[in-house]
C-alpha cells in the first residue's frame, strides 16, 4: 500500500521545506528492505535533495521520533476504538471522504476512523504522532483482525480479538500534523477526530488541514475541547464563547479573518458520548462537538 501511496499523492521531505526559504517541496523514494505481501513492514524513504532517511519501522514511515504510550493505555485506546464501547459515536460520525477520492485522518490514532473512511473513497492516509498507536493500526491492517487485552480490575484481563475487518487501501505515517509530509491541496477530505484539543497548536494543526484539502473537499471535526496547558497554547475559544461557537465563527470566517479560512457548515451537533473503559468499574467519558464543513 506504500508503493500506492508514494505514486498517488506522493510523500515529501519535511526536512527540506523547513531549511529552505523558497519552500521548494521534494519527494522521497522509497527503498525497501522487508516485505510482506503488499507491505512494506522495513525499509527507508530518502530525499533526493538533502539525502534525509526516514526510516520505515514495522509498516509506519516515521517523520520523526514521534511519542509512545504504556501498554495499558494503548490497549484502552484499541478498545475504545474495535469493542463495541463506542458503536453509538460512531454511527454519528459522517462519511465525508468522496468516491475515488483521497482521505486523510489527522491524528488517527489506532486508526478506526481511517479504515471506515477508506470503505468509502478509493485511498485514505492516517497521520498520527503517536507510534505505538500507528504500529497497532498498521499490525490490524496486516493481519486483518484487532487483538488486545481487556482489562477488567487491577489483576484480571483478558485477551480480546475484535471482528473488525480492515480495508486495504490505507497507510499509516508517523509525523507531526504542524509539518506534514504532504503537498497542498493534496486531498479531497479531511478528517480529525478529537484531536484539536491534543496538539502544541491549535491554530496551526488546522491551518495545516485547511492547506492539504482541494477546495471543494469535505472537513470533519470532532472534539471535547478539554484544553490542557501542558499541552495545547492557544486555545480555540474565548471567555464569551464556547469553543464549539469559535471554531464554527472561525472555520467560516468571521473570527481572526486573516486566518483564511474559507468554509461552509454543512451540519454541526453537540453531546456526542465518548467513551474509554478503563477497567469494568471505571471509565473517562466525554461529550464530544461536532462540525462537518466544505471548503469554499
Known sequence: MLAE????????CTSCRQADDRIVQHR??????????????????ECPNCGTLYP????VPRFFEGMASPE?????????HYGGTNESYWDQIPITAPHNGVHLDAGCGVGRNTF????????AVGLDANAGYLEAAAAIQRKGRANYRKKHRAMADTEVESKFVPPENVIFVLADIHNPPFLMETFDSVSALNVIDSVAQPLLALGQMDAAL???GRLLLSSPYTWTESISKGWLETPEQTPHAF?????????????????RILSEKSG??????????MAYVYSVDLIEAEKI
Do not use: M
Not at 523514494?29 to 527507508?44: A, N, V
Not at 520505515?56 to 509498516?59: A, F, H, K, M, V
Not at 471554531?247 to 468554509?263: E, I
Open 116 to 123: 471506515e473512511s477508506a470503505r468509502h473513497t478509493a485511498f
Open 214 to 216: 482541494k477546495a471543494g
Open 247 to 263: 471554531v464554527l465563527d472561525l472555520l467560516t470566517g468571521s473570527a481572526l479573518p486573516w486566518c483564511g479560512f474559507r468554509y
Open 56 to 59: 520505515i519501522t514495522n509498516g
Open 28 to 45: 522521497l523514494t522509497c527503498l525497501p528492505d522487508k516485505t510482506e505481501g503488499s507491505y512494506i513492514i522495513s525499509g527507508s524513504l
Open 5 to 12: 501511496a508514494l505514486e498517488r499523492i506522493g510523500l515529501y
Open 72 to 80: 495499558i493505555q494503548l490497549n484502552q485506546y484499541l478498545d475504545s
Open 272 to 281: 456526542i458520548e465518548w467513551r474509554i473503559q478503563a477497567q469494568d468499574t
